[in-house]
């Protein structure tokens, strides 16, 4: 056995290149600069070269680099084509548990130029535990349901660490497994087993990128948040040339309300992902959101302003699912206040995934309703039932490729509530108030029994908070409070809810 036991230094020697159509700074991507990604020991079998390729690959994935750490595995085949370990790398970069996608053609390719059967390439590990390893990935994209596999999987990781308790990867790798049972549902349950097998990674390396972010997700709602502060105070420094990794410490900040943080770490991914040449939408988005909620809305504008100026030259799915979101919040935070083109549609062709459209047809149709635009309010209405509609037909249970391709059950689920917010708010703005009231209390009760999703509302309304406008208008100041509470306790500190309570509060 050629082991390599190396503890990687917190600066590698690398360039993260992000790989997403549209680049900011092409020429950004030659950068030779140093970048932090973390520390970790992963022994192997491979030749030292191929061993720096392996770790800078490992320490990437850990960050859901997913693309820069497939060119690292990669890399590290072609100093050692022999490396068993450098194709199980690969293709781990084709699933991506807390999204979901799951790329099996992907994976299969990947492993193939080990070995053409899952015998043959055991048979290429050099050792009993990198063997246990590519066991463990083939069960992950072998036969079976997306459910089925990522159970086998994760009891594959929990059999290699009992065989092998001082492999700290092992560990993270289970513990990350753990939070993909359920993939996207969020699950109690399995997230805090998850966090007890990350704690004992940060006990031993505290530098570990995967046992802080692992810790991160397993904590980011507004009840456990606190105990997830701590890796949220230290990742993204550890890990700061990760674009993904700056942005995760704002899951916890946001579950706790704390928008000043949100906009550093926020500002900081963005800018990680733009200078290598990424767009950076998603931090995008929640930066967006985080200044709405202190109400700078100068600068969630100008941030609206670059999505809006990079769809216009490369209007990429990535691109146009966030510019949706981003008009949706912009519409929904500023009451009025949003510029004008935040009420064009934006075009969902080729795109399969909702949740975004679904959510800007609903800021569209509220802005109208706050016009006392009864006339237009129901044409976003049924916009939203036809989008719902055609998305029916394309609910997959698996997982698949990538997020726009998919359709989950949870956002049909998410779209129906989102379809009554809108008729609830039109019945309302029509005169019928008391059914407009008993409409949207029963939908917000709806909304409290959908999967919990971390960030930037889901529903970019939030039920309760519209339930407490209404009841506020009418006079009905306790109840109003009752509501704007009850959509605190889902979205801490949330500007408009806070301001609702207030003068349902107020004598």
């Known amino acids: 056995m050629r082991a390599n036991r190396l503890l990687t230094s917190l600066v590698l020697l690398v360039a993260v290149v992000c790989s997403y159509a549209q680049h900011h700074d092409p020429a950004a991507k030659q950068s030779g600069d140093k970048v932090d990604l973390g520390e970790i020991d992963f022994p192997t079998s491979g030749s030292p070269e191929a061993q720096k390729y392996f770790v800078k690959g490992v320490l990437l994935l850990h960050s859901f680099e997913y693309d820069a750490a497939r060119r690292a595995f990669i890399d590290a085949q072609q100093a050692d084509k022999d490396f068993a370990l450098a194709y199980w790398g690969e293709a781990m970069t084709y699933d991506h548990p807390i999204w979901p996608e799951n790329d099996r053609g992907g994976a299969a390719a990947a492993l193939a130029k080990l070995a053409a059967t899952p015998a043959a390439r055991r048979e290429k590990a050099k050792t009993e535990r990198e063997k246990m390893y590519l066991d463990a990935v083939e069960k992950l994209f072998g036969e079976g349901d997306a459910t089925a596999r990522a159970a086998a999987y994760s009891d594959a990781m929990a059999e290699l660490t009992r065989s092998f308790p001082d492999d700290l990867e092992a560990r993270a790798f289970y513990s990350l497994s753990i939070l993909g049972l359920t993939r996207i549902n969020r699950n109690t349950e399995n997230y805090m087993r998850a966090a007890s097998i990350a704690e004992t990674i940060y006990e031993k390396n505290p530098r570990h990128p995967g046992a802080l972010h692992y810790l991160i997700h397993a904590y980011d709602d507004p009840v456990h948040a606190p105990l997830g502060l701590r890796a949220a105070r230290i990742y993204g420094s550890i890990a700061r040339s990760a674009s993904h990794a700056q942005h995760m410490p704002s899951h916890i900040f946001f579950a706790l309300g704390m928008w000043e943080e949100s906009i550093k770490a926020n500002t900081d991914s963005m800018k990680t992902a733009r200078d290598s040449g990424g767009g950076g939408y998603h931090a995008l988005h929640w930066l967006q959101h985080s200044y709405l909620q202190l109400g700078k809305f100068d600068d969630a504008a100008r941030t609206l302003a670059i999505l809006e100026e990079d769809n216009k030259r490369s209007p990429t799915n990535y691109a146009r699912t966030h510019l ?121 009760e709806a909304e409290d029994k959908l999967i919990f999703e971390y960030g930037p509302p889901a529903i970019v309304k939030p039920a309760w908070e519209a339930a407490g406008e209404m009841l506020l208008e009418m006079g009905r100041k306790a109840e109003a409070a009752d509501a704007f509470r009850r959509a605190l306790k889902r979205y801490p500190n949330r500007r408009l809810s806070n301001e609702g309570l207030r003068l349902a509060t107020t004598k």
């Open 324 to 444: 949706a979101m981003c008009r949706a919040t912009m519409l929904v935070e500023t009451r009025g206040a949003a510029p004008s083109a935040t009420m064009e549609q934006v075009s969902s062709s080729g795109i399969n995934s909702i949740s975004a459209f679904s959510n800007h047809d609903l800021a569209i149709g509220l802005e109208f309703v706050r016009r006392k635009d009864a006339a237009s309010a129901p044409q976003s209405l049924e916009s939203l039932r036809s989008r719902s509609e055609a998305a029916r037909s394309k609910v997959v249970a698996d997982g698949s490729v990538d997020r726009y391709s998919n359709v989950p059950r949870s956002d049909i689920e998410a779209a129906l509530v989102i379809e009554k917010i809108l008729e609830a708010s039109i019945d309302y703005v029509v005169g019928d108030r008391e059914g407009a009231v008993k409409k949207i209390v029963a939908t917000a």
